[in-house]
């Protein structure tokens, strides 16, 4: 399965940013991940990846280390050529109901 995951800081203070760092430089993706993008905003108010990922598990080993400092929001994607022609069923489905 396919995620965008987009954090956000909620710990802004400098200790928070210091203690988040130091536990991000020890930190590994965990088994059952792979991130295929790994970005943060140049603003520095947080950042998203795309994460490949075997379970939910997988993904939430991925972000609990960081809760006390980050929210996170995970979304499960598509191909943009699969999300069209599930839409399209949609529509076809819903215009065979009368």
Known sequence: ???HVEWEFID???AGGKRSLEVF???QPPEGTQFQAFYGYADGTGGFAIIEADSAAAL?????PFTPWLR???KLIL???EAA????EGIALRESVQ
């Open 12 to 14: 802004t203070s400098e």
């Open 79 to 81: 191909p943009v050529e």
């Open 60 to 64: 939430a080993k991925a972000s609990a």
């Open 72 to 74: 996170f929001t995970a």
């Open 85 to 88: 022609a599930i839409a399209g």
């Open 25 to 27: 430089s020890k930190w």
């Open 1 to 3: 399965m396919l995620f």
